[in-house]
């Protein structure tokens, strides 16, 4: 969804309308006068192919149809250079005026010329979706990352955003564990249906002890059909209210809760809701009913169920709404949160990040919202990612063979973190920059992949400060903290402007860093992080080839010189930005 203030502020488009112009002048069809980035950059910056297709419907020679164009725009004080090439590109080279100016305008804009929606949704993220009793591990890495970054740039997009860890904590999985206490502890009083005394307020397990107790419930589940009968059994009788179980399971989740804050906080990530599939559970008889009545569900050998696919060739299978047993799938819980959050919440677009392997569920539970006309003007998208594997090309786990914590895995990226410099610096100082440096390492090499990819996690070479990782973009933005600290300069006293481009590699800086709005408009379309980190990447390197041609502290030229600290102050403010959405921190000194 492309809503933006000013279709302008991105240069491709601005330069597109200039072609347009041209292009109705000549009576030519505007549709072609596309202007974008060149593919050939030795050619010009940017390209125009629109007298290619137009050669068809004009039966003229596309070089004759460019010339003409090139010939309408190129008196414009905008380019420097406008000229056809056979068979009919046209390559488009920007005034060095021009791009300074442009460039001064995105220095002096407290949103660096990016543009902002005029039509601010409300947006539900829901993302996290850790199960209770369990703690994080590696696997669960993606979803936090990929949606926080997400949040951050919907916000800064201007819409209102509520993000949502929405818990597991409604499943069989709580049955298995409810039995596994039983008999670990038969006499609590939570397994006692005649006891109508005040419960604990103290758990009987901690966290740790239910990483532990749930594979063993789970196993045990899986061997022994009885046993997982007796799970989904009390699954059954805590959905429908059972006064022990309820007490029991408050306990799984508050202990739970309190561990899952503690590392979403290590990880910098906060969310607004901390809601679970059990907050649904007052509305879901109704809406049961509803489907009943409406027709969209049927029963099916003592299941309710509602058939989504659209047609006989269409093989996806019916959401199961109520199991015989009268239980209630997750798949249940996941319409009622969306009746919750378009009626609650006025939810206008919900985005679940979710892995890819969930997208049949998705496809059905949309479906199913369709049918029902819960969400009729909700947009419901499905952020799938690709999952997160070790060197092996299979699920990371830890050197011993077991699955990593991410309390873990921050910890090691802790461990290959160094500080290129120490000096001055007291231990607390230290510490904290080894933790930035610990999460740009993890979040830039998991947000840096198309998201719907699976990907390989080498802890070392993402430690690396060189090539394309965390630690090689804090340390350039450190630089440049280094560089205007040294002159007496911050990001605050911007005195002077950016002048014209003194040589190649200052103008192809400037150049670059034109390129942010696009970069941002595209991330916001698409929810796809990876464009801001090759953008940032690019910006980087782009900087330091500037920085080893383009003296700065002992160039002689006092107009040149300040016209390049002003050009350092952008990069550094674009590089904080950019990392600052993809949810890193830089720090002052490395």
């Not at 997208?359 to 997160?388: D, R």
Request: hydrophobic share 40%.
């Amino acid at each position: 969804m492309t809503a933006t203030a000013n279709h302008t502020a991105i240069l491709e488009n601005y330069l597109t309308d200039l072609f347009v112009k041209a292009f109705d002048v000549l009576g030519f069809d505007s549709r072609f006068a596309k202007v974008q980035l060149s593919a050939r950059p030795e050619l010009g910056q940017f390209q125009c192919n629109g007298a290619m297709p137009l050669a068809k419907t004009l039966k003229k020679a596309p070089i004759q149809i460019a010339n003409d164009i090139v010939t309408q725009v190129q008196s414009d004080k905008v380019f420097s250079d406008v000229n056809a090439v056979m068979p009919g590109f046209i390559n488009i080279t920007l005034s060095d005026d021009f791009l300074a100016g442009w460039s001064n305008r995105m220095l002096k804009d407290l949103r660096l010329g990016c543009p902002k929606t005029t039509n601010p949704l409300k947006v539900i993220m829901d993302f996290g979706g850790p199960n209770v009793a369990k703690p994080l591990h590696v696997g669960h890495i993606r979803s936090p990352l990929i949606g926080d970054c997400l949040q951050r740039v919907y916000r800064f997009y201007g819409d209102e955003v509520l993000s949502d860890v929405h818990l597991g904590d409604w499943g069989t999985q709580m049955g298995m564990l409810i039995e596994e206490i039983r008999k670990m502890h038969p006499n609590l009083p939570y397994f006692n249906e005649h006891y109508t005394g005040e419960y604990p307020k103290e758990s009987p397990v901690t966290v740790d002890a239910l990483s532990e107790i749930y594979p063993r419930a789970s196993g045990r589940c899986k061997e022994d059909a009885n046993e997982m009968e007796k799970a989904r059994l009390a699954t059954a009788e805590l959905q429908k209210g059972r006064r022990g179980y309820r007490a029991l399971w408050q306990h799984f989740v508050d202990v739970s809760i309190a561990e899952l804050k503690k590392d979403y906080g290590d990880l910098g990530i906060y969310f607004d809701l901390w809601k679970g599939e059990s907050d649904v559970q007052p509305i879901i008889d109704q809406m049961v009913a509803d489907c009943l009545k409406q027709k969209v569900a049927e029963n099916s050998q003592g299941a309710i169920i509602i058939p989504v696919a659209e047609n006989e060739d269409d093989k996806t299978p019916p959401l199961i709404l109520v199991k015989s047993d009268g239980a209630v799938m997750y798949g249940t819980t996941d319409l009622a949160t969306i009746l919750e959050r378009v009626e609650d919440y006025q939810a206008q677009k919900i985005i679940y990040v979710v892995d890819k392997r969930q997208s049949l569920h998705f496809k059905q539970v949309f479906a199913a919202a369709k049918k029902l006309s819960i969400a009729p003007e909700t947009e419901l998208v499905h952020i799938g990612f690709g999952t997160l594997n070790g060197k092996d090309g299979k699920p990371f786990k830890t050197r011993s063979g077991g699955v990593m914590r991410l309390s873990t895995l921050i910890d090691e990226a802790k461990s290959r973190a160094s500080l290129r410099e120490q000096e001055g610096l007291t231990e607390a100082e230290k510490a904290d920059i080894i933790e930035k440096v610990a999460l740009a390492t993890v979040k830039f090499a998991d947000l840096a992949n198309v998201y719907t990819s699976d990907y390989i996690f080498d802890l070392d070479k993402f430690s690396q400060y060189e090539g394309k990782t965390g630690p090689y973009l804090l340390y350039s933005a450190v630089r440049i903290k280094s560089i205007l600290r040294k002159l007496g300069r911050n990001l605050e006293n911007v005195s002077t402007d950016i002048g014209k481009a003194s040589n190649d590699a200052e103008r192809n800086l400037q150049l670059k860093l034109t390129e942010l709005p696009q970069v941002l408009q595209k991330t916001y379309d698409k929810c796809e992080p990876h464009h801001l980190c090759e953008y940032a990447y690019q910006v980087a390197v782009q900087f330091n080839k500037f920085y080893a041609e383009s003296p700065i502290a002992n160039e002689d030229n006092h107009s040149l010189k300040e016209a390049r600290i002003a050009l350092c102050q952008l990069t550094l403010k674009q590089l904080v930005f950019v990392l600052g959405l993809l949810g890193i921190e830089v720090p002052e000194r490395m």
